[in-house]
Structure formats: structure tokens, C-alpha cells
């Protein structure tokens, strides 16, 4: 089995897949109220938030074509890739990322789908309309990509067969429709042939000859007063209507499906779009993968699949749903293999959101903010955890509430200067104990630094990432940025000691 949910910055992560993908649905993140907090770059963190804020959407656009480029080389010649957005990007990353990266007139459809509607929030602005859509951008590799359009075909009721198939034989209903192409469309030589003594015009007969016959056989091919030829289209024949572009009926979650993961997306639309363009057994690879919407509809559809995300909790809530529905399921297509980093090595090439996270994990520690954190990337929630403080030389008490932060900087020892800085980050969280985590400190004055501040009443804890590797996982409190609701979910979190 090929599934894999897959930790890190898509960029990097794509590399992992070494054969090629036959679809690509991805939902980066984009915020709109004028944040980009869910937008990382590795080892800058907090100039990345902000970077991307000040050089806009054009900024954001330059962030979000270096990763297409990277899948758009994974994805199989006949695939087709589809970009969910909305109106704060939707033009631009259609002009200044996808016609960039994707051959010309390889642009399918714009899908417009119909959000749900709340009665306030960033949607309503009182001095324009609604924003009541979001976009799919989907483009194909090539020409020859795939595209089951019959797999979302609508039918149409028992009322709207009766109108288009007024007439009734002794064969039931039907309606007398052409059976030649007309010269609005191109000429096709190879239909143009000769059947019970009637030959069309350049342009052809509607149907191959084999097909004809059957119709003739049938005894539904009959030919008018002026001689021209007509087929009866009987109501069983009828396969539905073609949905078309606009989708208003997958923006709702069914029952028990909502994980309160934010910017979640329903399963049936996902579903929708996974019938529309792979076959069963094709694999489906969604880069920004979330709370793993995308996995759930390809495992149900008999697709294999690959979700990548950067945040360690999207990893664990994609792999708590699979694991659920694993169990209630024979599908091996359920099956998987989730890759996170986990030695020494892998950590040091890790993005620095997971390993800001690792560390909370290890000392069961609360999260800080993503972003602009003022110094603050976690604080301990036990009343007293113990770390191997590299400066004293021993295993140190420390309080609850004492602030955590971590600098993954694999090639440069931390010395005075991040010291002064976390000494500050202390001081403005009105703290008093602080632990620094890094891979290497620098001189001995550093560590020296940390024992002298602590006449001033600041302890400055100094632990490595290679200590805490070899430490057991500390149970952790409460999750702050997910509520959990789902009570499948609630029981197979393992991670967690309260989850709402
Ligand atoms: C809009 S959400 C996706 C929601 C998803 N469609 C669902 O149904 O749950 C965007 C996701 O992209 C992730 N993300 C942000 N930057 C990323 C990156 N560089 N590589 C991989 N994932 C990233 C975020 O952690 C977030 O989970």
C-alpha cells in the first residue's frame, strides 16, 4: 500500500514521492483578514509572518508558485490539478502562478462553490455583497487528461423524464431526436459513411456504425418524409444532466464529520472532484492536506493517497480519522503510513514549526502562538517539569507557567545575543524562569550568561534537542489550537489528556 501522510513543508515533502500522481487537490492556506498565520518559511519565523504580509498577495503568490512547481513535476502527464481558493487570491494565483507553471490553454474550469451561509463574520462587509463562493482552479498537464464527466451526472426526477420524453410506443417512452452531426461542429471524415442508402454531408453521422446498427436493431432509427434520418431516444437511455460549474450542493458536513479543525472542507465535495478526474486505484496527493478530508474521500473511493502538512497536528487529527474509520472499514485503502520525523538527523532537517511542536510534545508543554510569538513558543504546564540544564550540569525543577522557547538553528551555536533576547521575552511575560531550547549553545560565556542573570531573579535554562530526544513524552494538557468535537476522534487521540 503507497498511502502516506507525510509531516513537513510540501516542498520539501514531494520529494519523498517517487512515482508520479495522477490528481493534486490542494488547499493552501490564505487567511484573508489580512493575516497569513498559517503561512510558514523554514528557520524564520517570525519575518516570514510578516514578510509575506508586507510584499502582499504578489508575496504570497511567489510562496505558493515555488510549491506548485514542485508538484506540478510529480503529477502524471494525464493529471489534473486543482487549486481551492477564494476571492482574495483567486485572479491572482490563476494569472501570476498557474498560467505561469502550467502549459498554455491547459485551464479546464473555474468550479464556483457556494459557500455556507453565516449571518455575520468576514463574509459580510456592510458596504459591498456577500462573498458567498469559493473558487477550484483546475488545470490538466496535458490535453489527454482524464475526466469522468458521466461520474456526476445528475438524474434528472420522474416529472423532468416525463416532459423530455413526451411520446409512447408500444416500447414505452421516448423523443425523436437527430442522428447526424450538424455543421456547427467540424467535419469528421471518418463518420461520414453509408447506411440503408443514405450518406451524410461532411460532417457525419452522430454515432460509429456499430452503434447505428444496435439502434437500428432496436427498431428506434427511422427516417422522416424528406428521407432524413432520426433516432427514438428512449427514457432508459437517459443518463442525467451534467452539473456544470457551479456547485452549491457540497458545502455541507455530514453528520459527526466536522472535526473543528479550521478551513476543514466536506467530504462529498472532495468525493466530487476525486470521481470527476482518477479512476479507482489512481492515487490522489493533496499537499496542504489539513485535517485529512482529502485522504478520508480518496480511501473511500478506492484511491490510494498522499497527504502532506507542516503542522504536527494536522498529522495526528489525519491520522486519528483514518485510524477511526479503519476500523469500521475492510477497505485496505485505509491503509497507511504516516511520516514524521523522528531521529536526530530527521529532526535537524525538519521545518521549525514541527520541531517548535516536538519539544512542547516532549515536555508536555502548552503551545505559544504560530507566528509573531514575543519570544514565547511554548509554556510548561506540569506544576514542576524536570530538564538537564546544560549550564549547571544537572536535572533542574521547573515551574508551571515558565516560558519555553525553542530556536532550531542546526549550524549555529545560540549564544549571548538570543540569551539577552529570551532574558527580555521573559521579563515581558512577566516571568521569571525561562527554558531555551536549541541544539547548541555557544561559549562558555553563554553558559555562564544564563547562571549570572540568575542574581537578577531570571533563571535561564538552557536544554539541547539531543537531551530531550532521548526523553519519554510528557502528557500533555489541553489542546488550544483544535477542538476536537468528534467523539470518534476523542477516543483514539492518544496525544492528549483533555481535548474538548
Ligand atoms: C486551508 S488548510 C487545509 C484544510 C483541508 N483542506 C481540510 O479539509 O482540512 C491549509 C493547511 O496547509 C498547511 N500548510 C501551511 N503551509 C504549509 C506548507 N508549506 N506545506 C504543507 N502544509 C502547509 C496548514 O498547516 C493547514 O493545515
Redesign the pocket.
Known sequence: MDNKIIC????D?VKRIRFPVDFIYM???FTGNETYT???EKNDEELSYHDHWEAGVLGYCDWLKK?VEVLYEVLKETGVMCV?CDWHANAYIRVNVLDEIFPKRNFINEIIVRRKIYSKGSQFDPRSLPNLYDTILVYSKSKDYLFNKDAVLIKRTQEELEDLYPLIDEKGRHHIKGILRNKSMCERQKLVYEYKGFTPDKWGWAVKKDKLIEIDNRGDLIFDKNGTPKRKKRIWEDRGVSIGNIWDDVNKFKSGEKLG?????PEVLLERLIKIFTNEHETVL?????????CVASARLKRNFIG????KK?IEVTNDRLSSLTTDSNNPYFEFEVIVPKTIEELKSAHWLYVQDWVNERLGAYSGKKGRDGGQDGSTSHEITNVFDIARKEVVDVPKGSLIQVKHYVDSPLGIPILKEFETSIRDHKKNVGILVGWRFSTPEALSFSIKREKDGIKIYLVTIEWLHGQPILSGPRQEVISIKQTRIKQTMTTTEEIE
Open positions: 513537513g513543508d510540501c516542498l515533502a488547499d493552501p492556506p498559517d503561512i510558514w510549491r481551492h479543525y479550521p478551513t476543514q472542507k493533496d499537499p496542504f492536506v489539513g485535517s485529512g478530508t482529502t502532506i502538512d507542516l503542522y494536522s
